[in-house]
């Protein structure tokens, strides 16, 4: 692989690194910081990268590994001081989503990051178990088991449930919560 | 840099020999939907200019450095 269809390969892959580093650690300026250490490790350890495996897997690697030895303390601080990155980064999107979007970002800054991260993988980045096995240095079982506790903590979070919580036209877990809040239920 | 930031040291807990509840399908089908528009909200959003200069800083460099240095310096 030529120096130039890695920089191409590593270009591609830098929404995906942004987004896993901003969820990991609850912070755009922590993610980007995190992401730049990453391309430069990349860069730096090229050779090391095998053609045909997957670049996005590999990077994942590279970027979880920096975030648990140097960032983890750093992302714990400035949530503390800063709370979490929902409000400030939700700007897509119509208003009622975003609200959404700030519910469900706070209840997932709440997961532990071992169940936060591997359901960010296999849940939202297209990584598959194995892909997030390996990542994690865990057993596959590991990683279902983990993202069976994700979703079923978020679903304590977000307060849904049970079936009754969860209308056919609801765009998102987040909205139950606003109303389910409020409404006693059966 | 350190090699050791590329290997996988996590050990394996063997957490996975616990009960686990199920959830309701349409609870997890709802998690997974605000999963997804959590994590391509932040895909879409524009990527700063300092990694695509970053890059091309870096690939420049290592074309001068395989041309056997030129001018220019900058990094």
Not at chain 1, 42 to 65: C, H, M, Q, V
Not at chain 1, 81 to 110: C, M, P, W
């Amino acid at each position: 692989m030529s120096a130039s269809d890695f920089k191409d390969g590593l270009i591609k892959e830098i929404p995906n690194l942004r987004a896993f580093a901003a969820s990991l650690s609850g912070s755009m300026q922590l993610a980007d910081d995190l992401v730049q250490d990453t391309l430069l490790k990349a860069w730096g350890n090229s050779d090391k990268f095998e053609p045909g495996t997957s670049l996005r897997a590999w990077l994942f690697t590279i970027l979880r590994n920096t975030y648990y030895s140097l960032y983890r303390k750093r992302g714990r601080e400035v949530q503390d001081s800063e709370g979490t990155y929902a409000e400030r980064i939700a700007v897509h999107g119509n208003q009622e989503s975003h609200l959404d979007l700030a519910d469900f970002r706070k209840a997932l800054a709440k997961l532990p990051e071992e169940q936060r991260e591997v359901l960010i993988m296999v849940g939202a980045t297209g990584l598959s178990y194995e892909e997030a096995a390996e990542i994690c240095g865990v057993a596959i079982g590991t990683i279902k088991s983990r993202v069976n506790r994700a979703r079923t903590k978020l679903a304590e979070l977000l307060s849904i449930g049970g079936l009754d919580d969860l209308g056919p036209d609801r765009q998102s877990a987040a909205a139950v919560q606003r109303t389910g809040a409020e409404i006693v239920r059966l | 840099m350190s090699d050791v930031d590329l290997e996988m040291t996590e050990p394996d807990r063997g957490d996975d020999q616990e009960l686990e509840p199920i959830l309701d399908p349409k609870v997890q089908e709802s998690i997974g939907r605000s999963l997804k528009a959590h994590y391509d909200d932040l895909v879409n959003a524009p990527i700063p200019d300092k990694f695509l200069v970053l890059l091309a800083q870096l690939e420049a460099q290592e074309q001068r450095a395989s041309a056997g240095g030129t001018t220019n310096e900058r990094l």
